[in-house]
């Protein structure tokens, strides 16, 4: 007589995953040059790789932008499909909303807000619905939110393209990157950057990241009028960063997270020294933020997870149809400056052609 297979002290690893509440992540297109969108799409694959269900949506969807995906990520992109899978088991979804965008457009019954820069400055709600859980890129943000101890670093710059030089290469000039302060703000640049050299991005003859770090490792000084990451990516090609504050820069987003070593808060000689002597130092620094941004993903997932407990799933989310996507870009945005997008984006296409064609 043949003895039967104990399949429960013998259960093999399941292929299926653990069916739970997914994250729809409302995100732009990927874009190497946005730290924004890399932010977005890394927490999708950070998320999977965790094994939690996690989704991308582009939004808005513009005609003009195409549905850009890193393949080097586990990110795959929502769709009418899935959505409609998920109500008819009645699996609630967590969105994930950026603080651009305002209130809850999509109408999920439970909402997550990564608040990635400053409530407000380049749109969206400047205060969050009492029933949105909030987590902060960092700790000078999160002071803006009803959670500050809720925090998730998460540190997106590619170190493979961002390294320093060998020992001892000459540094000369300088550069800088003004994109929001000029495009959305229509800010003055001042007279200490009028003989570097312009960093930019969507323009048909701005830099590849790699162009981009090859100018941090033979540049002086890196000065920039706003939040970006190129400042944390200057310095780990060891070039210092000059912060140039004006009404749209009053404090530097991650502080606490990584520190004031590399960086100078204004064109001081003694700031700037200081940023010199300790631009090494501020390399280190993030890259000790590696190791936390896991146990944060951690907390973040456990908040997220318990505050989807006990929602209704009533209704399906609903992805916004072409027209749906053009009213919010003139609520949130006014008509002129959605008038005066299009006509940009119509600009650089007719020079893109031209550019390959000619």
């Not at 800010?187 to 003989?195: A, N, R, S, Y």
């Amino acid at each position: 007589m043949t003895s039967q297979p104990d399949l429960q002290s013998n259960k093999p690893e399941p292929i299926y995953p653990e069916v739970s509440n997914p994250y729809y992540i409302i995100a732009p297109p990927y874009v190497r040059t946005s730290a924004g969108s890399r932010v977005l799409h890394l927490l999708c694959h950070s998320l999977n790789r965790k094994g939690h269900m996690a989704y991308l949506y582009m939004h808005p969807a513009l005609p003009w932008r195409k549905h850009q995906i890193c393949p080097d990520l586990l990110a795959p992109v929502l769709n009418e499909q899935i959505v409609q899978s998920h109500f008819e088991r009645g699996i609630a979804p967590i969105m994930v909303y950026p603080e651009t965008i305002t209130g809850n457009p999509f109408g999920s019954p439970c909402v997550v807000r990564y608040v990635l820069n400053f409530p407000g400055l380049l749109g969206g709600d400047t205060v969050y619905a009492s029933e949105e859980l909030c987590f902060s890129y960092g700790e000078v943000l999160a002071a803006h939110t009803r959670e500050p101890h809720n925090i998730l670093f998460l540190p997106m710059v590619d170190t493979r393209i961002y390294y320093p030089p060998p020992e001892g290469q000459k540094r000369q000039g300088t550069c800088f990157y003004a994109d929001k302060y000029q495009v959305a703000h229509h800010g003055q640049l001042f007279d200490i950057t009028k003989d570097s050299v312009e960093i930019t991005r969507n323009k048909p003859d701005s830099q590849t990241p790699d162009q981009i770090a090859d100018l941090f490792r033979r540049s002086e000084l890196f000065y920039v009028y706003e939040n970006t990451a190129l400042a944390i990516e200057a310095v780990l090609c060891g070039c210092p960063v000059v912060f140039l504050p004006n009404e749209h820069l009053t404090d530097m987003i991650a502080l606490k997270e990584i520190g004031k070593d590399g960086y100078a808060w204004g064109a001081e000689p003694e700031e700037i020294a200081r940023a010199k002597a300790t631009v090494r130092q501020g390399a280190e620094n993030y890259l000790k933020s590696y190791a936390a941004y896991w146990n944060d993903l951690d907390h973040f997932i456990a908040a997220t997870k318990k505050h989807v407990e006990g929602k209704l799933y009533k209704t399906p989310v609903c992805l916004p149809s072409f027209f749906d996507v053009i009213r919010y870009v003139i609520r949130d945005r006014g008509l002129a400056r959605f008038i005066q997008t299009v006509f940009r984006k119509l600009y650089y296409k007719v020079l893109f052609w031209k550019r390959d064609h000619c």
